[in-house]
């Protein structure tokens, strides 16, 4: 099946420091990524959206300007959590989808990066 | 949003089948019916997807309601490596959006 893997897979920072994490596709090209984000005992919850080449599209409540997303090439997408605070502590994951089977392209998930600021 | 019901929590023992149920009443004609499955401290992994027949795959199988208002999961024998919280979802070409899903846990 298709793999997708975040780097790093966690990470300690200091409050008020910025933070890069990476998505590949490693077997197939993803036109569309989505970054997710996951507290404690609770749900994932969708950030945004990303297609290739085009600029992001955020959910209602996620700033664009803190958490900055990059998708320059078919096989990579960023997620930049500026200037973070421990309210960003959080596990952050990401998904790919091909976009060549039709409309049931399946997403399919990284492994996530957790995410503690001090 | 598509919306989802599933219930809280289920319970199975190792080696018997496992239905989990989900109702999805607001689907829409070209929505397919996905399912994920998570285990802790780990990335959802797909499980099975359809549409309308239902479907088999090495992992489970989806038996998908005539109307399309809900469907069940089928685990034929229930391992402990099953045990996670199980998500369905359905979209088209939106994003998934996911509930709370079901618990399952799983006894020797």
């Known amino acids: 099946g298709a793999v997708v893997s975040q780097h790093p897979s966690r990470v300690i920072c200091k409050s008020g420091t910025s933070v890069k994490i990476e998505c590949r596709s490693l077997?197939?090209?993803?036109?569309?990524m989505f970054w997710y984000r996951q507290f404690p005992k609770q749900s994932l919850m969708l950030m945004a959206t990303?297609?290739?080449?085009?600029?992001?599209?955020?959910e209602q409540g996620v700033e664009k300007d803190k958490f900055l997303i990059n998708h320059a090439s078919l096989t990579l997408s960023t997620l930049t959590v500026t200037s973070a605070h421990p309210e960003d502590s959080s596990f952050y994951i990401c998904?790919?989808?091909?976009?060549?089977?039709?409309?049931?392209?399946?997403?399919?998930f990284g492994p996530g990066t957790r995410l503690t600021v001090l | 949003d598509a919306k989802t019901t599933q219930p809280n929590s289920m319970e199975s023992n190792e080696e018997e089948p496992v239905h989990l149920p989900c109702n999805h009443s607001?689907?829409?004609?070209?929505?397919?019916i996905h399912w994920y499955r998570q285990l802790p401290s780990q990335g959802p992994e797909y499980v099975i997807h359809g549409l309308t027949s239902n479907v088999n795959n090495r992992m489970a199988s989806l038996a998908i309601a005539e109307d399309r208002k809900s469907s069940t999961l089928i685990l034929h024998r229930a391992t402990l490596r099953d045990a996670a919280v199980y998500y369905c979802m359905h979209t088209g070409r939106r994003a998934l959006t996911f509930g709370s899903g079901t618990r399952l846990q799983v006894q020797p």
């Open positions: 607001t689907i829409s004609g070209t929505d397919y």
């Open positions: 077997d197939f090209q993803a036109t569309t």
């Open positions: 990303s297609n290739e080449g085009s600029k992001a599209t955020y």
């Open positions: 998904s790919a989808r091909g976009g060549l089977a039709g409309i049931a392209d399946t997403q399919y």
